[in-house]
């Protein structure tokens, strides 16, 4: 058979879209299904979760690209065609690889430069243990607006906060919960965001006019996170003030403090929000650092390795450690460099292969237009839109195949049911942009988790603004709460 009648793509601006006519969508669900399966029992049945090892999830992943890809084989889809979209993909996450490395460094070289030591030491001085978890939400929303980058804003303030929480004693997936909330609450609303762009690109409206709109939703959800972590903040048992401290003299003996230090998180947020590469903010970040031990920190570089070049090297390429005299403090002030970050980087590539493969025989296409085939009201097809882009952040592991895809194949029912386009942007940022982070093998998950440190299952109940905005969107939809119509003519 002629393969061009067989598969068709849609070309958009930022990603090419393949239909598979002869695929059903028993066929595309297949590898879907597998995927889930074993990691379910991975979950459920493995007693340690490492059923292949520590790279368990990413054989996972590898296994259900390969049950895509005889899928494909049993369509007679051409191995060219998959292997072409398993090269789109990984060609697309070059530059988050390398900005994922180089986080690594960030880490390593700030901790012996001694800027998260001060903003650990000044932070248990300034951030009231009762009212640290919304705090926390609202300085990582102000960043994330600033900057547009959920993922700088965990890259820099994300990371001072997880080490001050824990020096006061508040569990980390709290603290990750929180940062997140508001680094996405930021993200959605910044019109320097790439998702922010994005959304209403896909669905046909302006950029501001989808913000002004994502207001309704958006507003209620960031509010009830800030109520639900005020409460939280109340019932968690931190150190007492003896104890802070205690943390407070061992950070000050161990490392030169002083408010020059802050110069180098300052300087990077001021390049983001100048909009200068992130790639080049972060390395300019690592750069700075390195200054700032050779002159504040010689005995602390002196203290990891005899020779103060190699202990820069070590902390910028594998695990770093600053001993003190609090086994806690010890434990906190420790960085993997960039080999802490090879586990997150494999857990993406393999997301990409899978993602690719079903990309490439057709399945992400078909799965979602028999999600729209099922919208027979409104609230039907928005039901429909956000199970697609969560279907997709999971299945595709991008957040950006997330709003694009149902994004190209939704307009039209929405123009068709007499609804304005930004109904269609911010239900694909409101399911698409912000759920990514919940799945660990996302692009978005695997990076929070490796920069934060913090797992995805110890955050994922704390995420409350993440997966409360796709809630609320569908609150909006059944009461019909701000549903704009299409002006007849």
Partial sequence: MDEKNKLSEIETDHQKIIENKELSLFESLTPVVILMSLLAYNIF????????GAYTNQFILLLGGLAAAVVGVFKKVPFAIMFQEILENLKSILVPIAILFLVGALAGTWLVSGIIPAMVYYGLQVLSPALFL???????????IATGSSWTTSATVGIALVSIGSALGIPTGMIAGAVISGAYFGDKMSPLSDTTNLAPAMAGTDLFT?????FYT???S?????IVFSVLSGTIETTGDA????LLNVVQSTFNITPWLFIVPLLVIVLIVFKVKPLISLGIGVLSAIVLALIFQNHVL?????SKFTSILDSILIETQVETDNEKLTQLFSAKGMQGMLWTVYLIICAMVFGGVMDGIGALAKITKSLLSVATSIFGLFASTV?????????????YLAIVVPGKMFKKAYEDRGLAPENLSRTLEDSGTVTSVLIPWNTCGAYQSGVLGVSVADYFVYAIFNYLSPIMTLIFAAFNIQIRRLLKK
């Fill in 302 to 306: 002196l203290s990891i390795s005899d």
């Fill in 243 to 246: 104890d802070v401290s205690n």
């Fill in 218 to 220: 958006t507003i209620p």
């Fill in 45 to 52: 049945v493995v007693e340690d979760q490492e059923w292949f």
């Fill in 222 to 226: 960031i509010l009830i996170t800030l």
């Fill in 210 to 214: 989808h913000i002004r709109y994502m």
């Fill in 387 to 399: 199970a697609s882009c969560l279907g997709l952040n999971i299945v595709a592991s991008d957040q």
């Fill in 134 to 144: 919304p705090v926390s939400i609202i300085i990582a929303a102000i960043i994330s």
